[in-house]
């Protein structure tokens, strides 16, 4: 529609949700099974506004240049910038940070690039493992849940998940280079959805009682740098630019 491709998926659900999701905008529309695509193409149009500016944002949005893990270079953690200092040496390979303006990697002599990133990625995992479970402790009291798993992984469309049946969240190892409170807004985020499951006015009111920031939260969270290898923003900004052009000569043609 406009330019602009749409994944159309058929759920046992009563209403229909329409998402724009990160890195290149993405369209997804969840329908019910019983709503026709023409509904669906109608709802569509009605939100184009709102569809093409998620994916400015979302073409806009900073992006760090492909890392190479060698010293000198610019890495996030805990929402700051440090630098980074690799050095080699025939010792268990860690990461840490011995002042506010470098972290220092330690690796074994002759290590490469891969090598090099593992050890990264080991540390950023350690340091997001010790700063979750505080945080999903503080708040069960308090909206009276009980997560009874929380696990790590690094996802390209989603910043946490939930599985309301497992009673597990799932936290996005990008979140230790962000702000902690931007973490605490996911782990909220996460857990409100052991109260309810979808995104509906109920979701929001809980998330109002019990972090009443959390928009600011994720605007801040959103506008946060992300990382080029996760989401290929060269192709994506491509790609972004034909569908402006070919929107732009629709409008033009269709006057």
Known sequence: MNGINVDVIRKDTKNLHLGVYPPNGRVRAAAPLRVDDEAVRLAVISKLTWIRRQQRRFAEQERQSKREYVSGESHYFNGCRYLLDVVYQAVTPQGVIPNHTHIVLTVRPGSGRAQRERVMLAWYRRELRAAGPPRVAKWEPLMQVQVREW?????????????????????????????????????????????ERRHNDHFISLMDRYL????????????????????????????????????????????
């Open 151 to 195: 696990a790590i992984k690094q996802m390209k469309t989603k910043w946490g998940t939930c599985n309301i049946e497992a009673g597990r969240i799932w936290l996005n190892l990008e979140l230790i280079k962000k702000p902690p409170r931007c973490l605490e807004y996911i782990v909220v985020h996460e857990m409100v959805h052991l109260l």
């Open 212 to 255: 009443s920031s959390w928009r600011f939260l994720r605007d801040e969270l959103n506008r946060e740098p992300l990382a080029h290898e996760e989401w290929g923003i060269e192709k994506f900004r491509r790609e972004f630019n034909r569908e402006q052009e070919v929107a732009s000569l629709l409008v033009h043609l269709l006057g």
